[in-house]
């Protein structure tokens, strides 16, 4: 079938990205695992490939960490640009996309697909380095198959404890986050992020009954009457005695055979009393997205939570991008029924970015997120929303 491009239509004005990358497609009937319908999933990824069945029905194919994975769009699915439904037109290559969804008896099913970054001369990429070279324009990065130029002007930056990166440290085989613009068509990276993140996993989480235990390799049959392939690995944590014929509640990854790797299992009876009971590590990253079209600012936030034999240590992150220059937002953080609270302002710089860093125990430059949490911690934080100086709302994110 011809695909007739949503934006052909409504967005004429748009400057495109047209990136190309070989990459596979992993098939539904090559997939061992069949899941049911109200089991969730969730992960974010680049769209590799989509293929329409009709104008509102088809696949999408969207590269996560490693691999490739199928999402069917049904006459449910909504699929969303800045809050504006497009449906399945709205899609093209090179997007970058979060998928939430669920499972069925023909494979992922999505309710809903965000597109994030809509490559009005903008791009995004997230993947290994593959190839890293010198010019005289400065350094460039192969990402996916495109080649990404990482100059005087990108800031670069690692997640986690390791400290800084400079140009020099950028090698095959590091993952990254890429983002930039297009200019004279050449891909230019205004920021590059090093480092895997927990979030960049496909999610799952559902029920099912037991129906086979093989030496760590469960099989679960699910509510829609199909099998779930479950691996227990030495880090799972398990709840109960995992027996044939029990209910189990699994939390995990998809891995590239599309099998559940499975962080959590809590059998029936085993329920946990508290969302957070014995819970060591908690992290949690979404995507701050406009509320009304016409709002080009975007931004993320990550909070963690660390619990050790000394304490506890947590922290928030917030960055913005395609900020107005030099102007001050501010920080709306709520806490669930115990309200919102001021976390202060976030000022952008002159290429529009900025990111403020909190931590209950702060150092450098971050700020002291003690006397924010008041009674709360990061993990009962519910949505976060940058808001102009008059306190309207312009970008938010719900965990």
């Not at 399945?88 to 965000?114: M, R």
């Not at 060591?280 to 995507?287: I, L, Y």
């Not at 709002?295 to 936030?301: C, H, N, Y």
């Not at 000394?310 to 115990?338: H, W």
């Amino acid at each position: 079938m011809k695909r007739y491009s949503y934006r052909e239509k409504n967005m004429t004005n748009r400057s495109e990205v047209r990136l190309l990358s070989a990459l596979a497609l992993a098939l539904f009937w090559l997939c061992p695992v069949v899941l049911a319908k109200g089991t969730d999933v969730r992960f974010h990824g680049t769209v590799t490939k989509v293929d329409e069945t009709t104008t509102t029905t088809g696949t999408v194919t969207v590269r996560v960490i490693g691999f490739d994975v199928p999402v069917k769009v049904t006459s449910d699915s909504d699929v969303v640009l800045h809050g504006d439904k497009v449906g399945l037109a709205g899609i093209e290559v090179n997007d970058f996309v979060n998928v939430d969804g669920f499972f069925s008896s023909s494979g992922i099913v999505a309710d809903e697909i965000q597109i994030l970054d809509d490559a009005k001369g903008e791009f995004r990429l997230r993947g290994p380095v593959t190839a890293v070279a010198t010019s005289a324009a400065g350094t460039t990065i192969t990402v996916l198959g495109v080649t990404v130029l990482v100059d005087a002007d990108t800031t670069l930056e690692r997640r986690g404890p390791d400290g800084g990166i400079t140009l020099a440290d950028l090698k095959t085989g590091l993952q990254v986050d890429a983002t930039g613009t297009q200019t004279n068509e050449v891909l230019v990276a205004a920021r590059v992020k090093v480092g895997s993140r927990d979030d960049d996993a496909a999610r799952v989480q559902f029920d099912g009954r037991i129906t086979s235990n093989n030496d760590g390799r469960l099989q679960a049959d699910t509510e829609g009457g199909g099998i779930a392939v479950v691996l227990v690995t030495d880090s799972t944590v398990v709840k109960g005695t995992l027996a044939v014929g029990k209910m189990i509640r699994v939390k995990g990854t998809l891995n590239s055979q599309l099998e559940v790797v499975a962080d959590r299992i809590i059998v029936e009876g085993q329920e946990e009393r508290d969302d957070h009971e014995g819970e060591e590590h908690f992290r949690k990253e979404v995507n701050l997205l406009p509320v009304t079209a016409g709002i080009t600012l975007k931004g993320e936030a990550n909070v963690e939570y660390k619990k050790n034999e000394d304490g506890s240590v947590q922290k928030l992150k917030v960055e913005i991008r395609k900020a107005e220059p030099n102007k001050e937002y501010r920080i709306l953080v709520t806490f669930g029924s115990a309200g919102a609270v001021d976390f202060g302002a976030i000022v952008a710089d002159a290429r529009g970015n900025a990111g403020v860093r909190f931590s209950s125990n702060p150092k450098g430059k971050e700020r002291d997120l003690k006397p924010l949490l008041q009674a709360e911690t990061v993990r009962d934080i519910t949505k976060l929303q940058i808001t102009d100086s008059s306190k309207t709302v312009l970008i938010e994110g719900s965990f």
